[in-house]
């Protein structure tokens, strides 16, 4: 062989290896991180049963009235992501945060990630805990679930408060959630390489170290996993079955949003109009306003039940 070609053919195997052996490394990296990383997580609030599996729910505060808390989609340790919320809540409220399944310390299942199968295993779980009386407060698509819940369970309402919730025809609707090739990125180890260089996503945020490792390990644990990712895959369809839904007529809403976007606004404006008792607030902040703007949603949510009529 020339040894010009013989040093091409070279070339050509080393370009080959290097990236089959750095996707070898990431990946035994990530498998052996992983087991260590759910070996680690600690146990917090309260498992209840529901369709024969286990939900967690944390609950704080012995308040005469309850308010129930739903998390945004993708999150992945709702009962810890809350936090902040809570503890502003709960000298006055009995607060419950619900972690649905396929979050938190919640069982997987396969049940469909329907909005009226998320309403049904959330309603369940309340009870399973005595709770049957209650504000509604979600983040984000639980706006979109809450409304499915309002036809359901609208005597069981005090009130909804969404946390720049999602409206029904909302833009962008309709786009599928990307979930194609997560399952092979995280096993490849690229979703944890991802992660590390991109720094700390809870910088700023008011928890405290363990918090915020408890919640990376649960973020391992539940962001590619099936459940979560079959909701993911459903959004489209969960707004849509929702198109042109309103609350209940006679439900009061109040709506926190993020005012950068005078659009946005206006979509929570018509969606507080729809009721015989909506305000819209708001708020200076990015989407997760419970993380940073937690004393001023607490404040006005107990201003706005407090001028609620007898309930």
């Keep these: 062989m020339r040894k010009p070609l ?3 053919l070279l070339t050509i195997g080393v370009v080959i290896a290097l990236p089959v052996l750095l996707l070898t490394t990431t990946s035994i990296v990530n498998a052996v991180a992983t087991k260590s990383e759910l070996a680690a997580i600690t146990p917090y609030g309260q498992l209840v049963s529901v369709d024969g599996k286990k939900m967690n729910v944390v609950v704080s505060g012995t308040g005469a009235e ?4 739903l998390p945004g989609l993708g999150t992945a340790a709702p ?3 809350f936090q902040p919320l809570i503890s502003q809540l709960d000298d006055k409220y009995r607060v419950v945060a619900v972690e649905p399944f ?3 310390l919640s069982d997987q299942t396969d049940v ?3 909005a009226k199968n998320i309403a049904r295993e ?3 779980a309340l009870h399973e805990l005595g709770v049957d009386r209650y504000v509604l407060m979600g983040h984000s698509i639980a706006g979109i679930y809450a409304l499915e819940y309002s036809k359901l369970y609208a005597s069981e309402l005090i009130a909804f408060v969404g946390i720049d919730s999602s409206v029904p025809d909302q833009p962008g609707a309709s786009d599928p959630v990307p979930t194609a090739g997560l399952v092979e ?3 490849l180890g690229i979703l944890r390489a991802v992660t590390a260089i991109s720094g700390d996503p809870f910088a700023g945020m008011p928890y405290d170290e363990l918090t915020k490792t408890q919640m990376r390990f649960l973020t391992t644990k539940n962001s590619t996993a099936p459940t979560l990712l079959d909701e993911m895959n459903r959004t489209p369809a969960n707004f849509a079955s929702v198109s042109g839904t309103t609350f209940p007529a006679d439900l009061p809403v109040l709506l926190f949003v993020v005012k950068d976007d005078a659009g946005w606004v206006s979509l929570h404006e018509r969606q507080a109009a729809s009721v015989d008792h909506g305000e819209v607030v708001t708020v200076t902040g990015n989407h997760y306003l419970h993380h940073t703007q937690s004393a001023r949603l ?5 201003a706005f039940l407090d001028a609620l009529p007898v309930r």
Aim: a neutral charge.
């Design 79 to 81: 009962g810890l992501d």
């Design 112 to 114: 469909p990630r329907t």
């Design 66 to 69: 309850t308010i129930v808390l």
């Design 185 to 187: 990125l995280r096993n």
């Design 298 to 302: 607490a404040s006005d949510t107990s």
């Design 122 to 124: 959330v309603h369940e």
């Design 102 to 104: 396929g979050t938190g």
């Design 6 to 8: 013989k040093i091409t």
